[in-house]
């Protein structure tokens, strides 16, 4: 998928996600928000400018959430942001009342809407992670301009061949046909088995770009 289908998924088929802040004194803070609407270069999503979580958006733009949808674990979707926001402002609040008519009922009319404000999470980068898959799938994306970012374990050419890995990937998601063997990142839990049982030292953990 491209990084508008994961925005799209977020907004129509989750919608409500656990929003994480920081505090002035640097702890973090959850809270529920509705994400609202999207387009090719974010996200959108509304507050009152008296909530303490206007305060903190206003004082780091930095933010996190985590969205999952799922009857159980194993039919488990997860969708995770990192990323910054920007207020927009009002202008935006009939169309995200438009598309998000339940919230005609929380601020029922102009008057009780004028503390409303809109903020764009303008540049992040995400992480889908698919547990009723099997194997199971993840991938990462970005938008807004954001460079995406990629964790995993990979196999150096230490490797030995001695498949030690596979016998202790849950996922069975080594490719083992060749030398260094191959970790499917894609159905990577990261769980850290194949580092832990390496021999030689092959494995090792890092970023990418």
């Known amino acids: 998928m491209q990084a508008r289908d994961y925005l799209n998924y977020i907004v129509e088929e989750i919608h409500s996600t656990v929003f994480a802040t920081v505090d002035s004194e640097g702890r973090p803070v959850t809270c529920a928000i509705d994400i609202m609407d999207y ?54 609040l009939p169309a995200l009342f438009e598309k998000n008519p339940y919230m005609k009922k929380i601020y029922p009319d102009v008057r009780s809407r004028s503390a409303l404000t809109v903020f764009k999470i303008h540049e992040g980068t995400g992480e889908w992670f698919d547990l009723s898959k099997r194997p ?14 990629r964790t995993g374990y990979f196999v150096t050419d230490k490797c030995i061949g001695c498949k030690l890995c596979y016998s202790k990937c849950p996922q069975k998601c080594i490719d083992i046909t060749r ?12 769980c850290g088995n194949c580092f832990e049982v390496c021999p030689t030292g092959a494995v090792e953990r890092r970023a990418c770009l």
């Open 136 to 149: 199971i799938e993840r991938e990462n994306f970005s938008f807004g301009g954001a460079q995406e970012k």
């Open 179 to 190: 030398k260094p063997v191959l970790i499917e990142q894609e159905h990577c839990l990261h």
């Open 39 to 92: 387009d090719e270069s974010g996200l959108y999503f509304l507050t009152a400018r008296g909530k303490t979580f206007y305060d903190r958006l206003k004082a780091n733009d930095n933010i996190a959430f985590t969205a999952m949808k799922g009857e159980d674990t194993l039919s488990c979707v997860a969708v995770s942001v990192q990323g910054k926001v920007q207020e927009v402002g009002p202008e935006k």
